[in-house]
């Protein structure tokens, strides 16, 4: 498991910076603006809930991009790396990553754009492309105001009850998991079974989420998680999880 998986059980990391504002500087937006249009134009969107006549926007994005997609981008990073870089910065990194693999531009072409602006001095006031169609702006705002949803009917009966004691699974994660580091192999009790399954994007492979399942939140003891001396013992930690990674006490 990488560090940056566990971030909950590390102490003495150093200080945090706190930054108040959203976006640090203005290509920061930018970035995210580019990442909500991927993900409003994904081919997956053919087949979520509710469905999208994606095929029928005049895109020539034509590749599966969501969530997950991103998280991998960054969770894949060596962790020195990952450290050392801002928040957005992984964003940018991940998906100029994802778009040179899906053939949408080259290393080179990238570089080569890359360097021109920094000559120039304006990364931060670089024009935006003109043009753009009606069709894909409908298409994203209408993303951002409906989403994907992961819920699907439940396949199995959930395993768990409300009241049972359960121990996280210690699984074997590959660039991206949703499985708290700080809880692996930390006992619980199951506090709510949420209502119907819940799919993830894509299949994690070793991880095991993927296909729709059951989820639960799970409460925790804070010294079962980080010590009695620094818990305090009137809290309850709860944290909603896959049931792949919920074991029977």
């Not at 969770?75 to 991940?94: H, Q, S, T, V």
């Not at 010294?223 to 001396?229: H, N, R």
Request: hydrophobic residues 35%; glycine residues 10%; contains cysteine.
């Amino acid at each position: 498991m990488k560090l940056q998986h566990h971030l909950g059980g590390i102490e003495n990391l150093g200080p945090v910076d706190f930054q108040k504002r959203v976006f640090v500087a203005p290509w920061e937006e930018r970035i995210f603006g580019i990442h909500v249009a991927m993900m409003g134009l994904s081919n997956h969107l053919a087949s979520a809930l509710p469905k999208y006549p994606i095929s029928e926007v005049p895109t020539r994005f034509e590749s599966f991009w969501t969530w997950g997609h991103l998280r991998t981008g960054a969770e894949a990073m060596n962790p020195f790396d990952y450290f050392k870089f801002r928040y957005y910065e992984k964003w940018l990194g991940g998906i100029s990553g994802f778009f040179v693999e899906e053939g949408y531009v080259t290393e080179e072409e990238l570089d080569a754009k890359t360097a021109e602006y920094l000559a120039d001095g304006n990364v931060d006031e670089a024009p935006l492309p003109k043009g753009g169609s009606p069709a894909i702006d409908s298409q994203v705002i209408r993303y951002l105001l409906e989403g994907d949803s992961p819920k699907r009917e439940v396949p199995d009966k959930p395993r768990f009850k409300v009241g049972d004691k359960v121990t996280i699974k210690d699984v074997p994660p590959e660039a991206h998991t949703r499985c708290p580091g700080h809880l692996r192999g930390r006992a619980g009790v199951i506090s709510e079974v949420y209502e119907g399954a819940y799919a993830y994007f894509f299949s994690t492979g070793p991880d095991g989420i993927g296909e729709p399942m059951p989820c639960y939140s799970v409460a925790f003891e804070p010294a079962e998680i980080w010590g009695p001396k620094l818990s305090d013992q009137k809290s309850t930690f709860y944290a909603d999880l896959f049931e792949v990674y919920i074991e029977a006490a």
